[in-house]
């Protein structure tokens, strides 16, 4: 079955510091890979996503790229901001599953000004 | 951009009673919705795939007497949770789409049974 790994946080940064989570996945199929973020006391929003090999996602200074070569889609912000405090989930779709998403198990950030 | 609505926010419930929760497409028809349940500081849990037309498909150890789906348009799906005990309490989300790559997340209901 499908699985996606992620980080264990909290991540603690200090503003502008760079940042990254790490997400690795195993799936079946031709799986679509997405970064999902929960503000504080709110539901999940889209951050980004790629839906094939070599695809960049990109949103609000967030990166990550589908490695299919490392089954990797790790998070990356060059310069975080306190705003950024949050959980990212990583998680990912394939064409045998339908829309139904597989979710790693989130990953707090916090950035202390 | 593509809305997914759910209703209510927030509910406070006796034990014993029953709550349903409602998640709407406001601009797009969704033939499979899907309900999410998050524990405090955990993960989603996928609970139920819910299918326009048709039974709702439980994933394991989700007690589908306990809670009942209805995805009665292309717009509509409620989740009632039944008999609400304390374990119950919980954040539910549902989400949506209009194509295979896309899902767009309610703001979720935060379920606390007393």
Redesign the interface.
Known sequence: GNSVTQMEGPVTLSEEAFLTINCTYTATGYP?L?W?VQYPG?????LL?A?KADDKGSNKGFEATYRKETTSFHLEKGSVQVSDSAVY?CAL?S?NA????T????T?LMVKP | GAVVSQHPSWVICKSGTSVKIECRSLDFQATTMFWYRQFPKQSLMLMATSNEGSKATYEQGVEKDKFLINHASLTLSTLTVTSAHPEDSSFYICSAGPGLDTQYFGPGTRLLVL
């Open positions: 679509s997405f999902y709110e539901g999940l929003q889209l996503k839906t989930f779709t064409n339908g829309n139904m998403l979710f790693g198990g989130g707090r």
